[in-house]
């Protein structure tokens, strides 16, 4: 057992997806891993998700892990380096190798203006797939393959040797895929009502749900609040979920 000053909690920072926050506002998807009170990871810096940290957490994190290049997901990354590189913060970006590389070559163009190398604005961590990543001694990620349009990477996080949370990422439905996140008691999975080749719909994932009722499930990447599904248990800003394992 960990003392509630060392508890394992996720908070929500957006819902949104592709369209979300440039036409209505609310953030894109994005959580924080939380250790006690300590943020240790901010996954994905789409639009909108900078000033959620602010509102939510009251710091933007000092590792950041990005799913993939999508703009809803990664849209923030070079005004957040550049910035907080001239206030003397280098932040840790990590990435699969794939998605590293995009993010290098068209994400973090616009730094090149600079005449600085990525270097002077980051630590990058290449998290290459199925490969344990230490956050910190006691928290690590091991990435998953998503099936989505282009190279996106959910994962399964571990507290000590126990998976304790999932997270998907956007994702098409897909049950080989499901099947290896649902080894985490605690799964975050993106659905919304209509679903199509690269996102996963309500029914889907609620049938797939249903078949697995050991498992605690969020949905995110729904959009606003007022598109989040009724029949399932949605996320939404500012929700703060302590995360335990399974109840025996
Ligand atoms: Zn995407």
Known sequence: ??????????????????????????????????????????????????????????????????????SDHAAELPVVLAAEAGASRRLRVAAEPRVGSVLKQHRLHELNSTGEPLTAFCDWIDTPVDERWSVTPRLSLRLLRARHSEPCFGFVAYDDAQPILA????????????????????????????????????DAVADYVAAHPANRVWITGYGRPDQAPQDMTPIFPGDVVTLSQRAS
Do not use: K
Not at 51 to 63: F, M
């Open 1 to 70: 057992m960990h003392s509630q000053d060392t508890e394992l909690s996720f908070v929500c920072l957006g819902t949104g997806r592709g369209a979300t926050t440039v036409y209505s506002g609310e953030p894109s998807s994005a959580i924080a891993l939380r250790v006690g009170t300590r943020c240790v990871l901010l996954v994905d810096i789409g639009f909108g998700v900078v000033r959620a940290c602010r509102q939510w957490l009251g710091e933007i994190p000092d590792t950041i892990l990005v799913t993939h290049n999508h």
């Open 167 to 202: 997270y998907g990422g956007d994702s098409a439905v897909d049950p080989g895929y499901y099947d290896q996140l649902f080894v985490a008691p605690n799964v975050i999975l993106d659905a919304r009502a209509t679903g199509n080749d690269e996102h996963a719909d309500f």
